[in-house]
Nanobody
């Protein structure tokens, strides 16, 4: 059973940056694909980015590609989401997730953190 704890959210002005962290425990971190998803008020949870087991490859949703970077440090059992050039439409609760399959489908991720709130003001 993997436990995930996100941190790093907050309030930032448009154009600013934040780095989210996701600390894992209770499992073999390097055996999991890690993903970041977000949920804005009144909307469904959506895929943001995922990264392979060894961090060699990542996939991004179109709206964040070129602005966000997903990474991981298997020695520290932590995944990250560096968010630059933030826009008001990036405002959401951000969740990290762990799964065995390299997919953007959130139903394939059985382990989730509690979420961290990101608010981008215009």
């Amino acid at each position: 059973q993997v436990q995930l704890v996100e941190s790093g959210g907050g309030l930032v002005q448009a154009g600013g940056s934040l780095r989210l962290s996701c600390a894992a425990s209770g499992g073999t971190f390097s055996s999991y694909v890690m993903g970041w998803f977000r949920q804005a008020p009144g909307k469904e949870r959506e895929f943001v980015a995922i990264i392979t087991w060894n961090g060699g490859s990542g996939i991004y949703t179109d709206s964040v590609r070129g602005r966000f970077t997903i990474s991981r440090d298997n020695a520290k059992e932590t995944a990250y989401l560096q968010m630059n050039s933030l826009k008001p439409e990036d405002t959401a609760d951000y969740y990290c997730a762990a799964g065995r399959k390299f997919t953007t489908n959130r139903s394939n991720y059985p382990y989730w953190g509690q979420g961290t709130q990101v608010t981008v003001s215009s």
